[in-house]
């Protein structure tokens, strides 16, 4: 599996997530100091978060950073 691939997998459970807990990317951006178009960009695949931000992201989505990597490795 290639970067993009992967990258796009990563976006994708980032939404589903965000999508369970009722929240907008705007809401998800503001809890992880971000702006809304990176939490776009990052969902669509097309930004690599840091770690740092990925460690944000599962905190503010309340889930184990496991679950947003999931069928990336």
């Known amino acids: 599996m290639n970067t993009k ?3 796009k997998i990563f976006g994708i ?3 589903k997530h965000r999508l369970l807990q ?3 990317q705007e809401e ?4 992880c100091d971000i702006s809304r178009n990176s ?3 990052i ?3 097309k ?3 840091t770690i740092l931000k990925v460690v944000d992201i599962a905190k503010a989505l309340d889930v184990n950073i496991e679950n ?6």
């Open 22 to 24: 009722g929240i907008s």
């Open 28 to 31: 998800l951006a503001e809890k």
């Open 68 to 73: 947003l990597i999931t069928d990336i490795m």
């Open 5 to 7: 691939e992967r990258l």
């Open 39 to 41: 939490i776009s960009l």
């Open 43 to 45: 969902e669509t695949g």
């Open 47 to 49: 930004l690599n978060p």
């Open 13 to 15: 459970n980032v939404k």
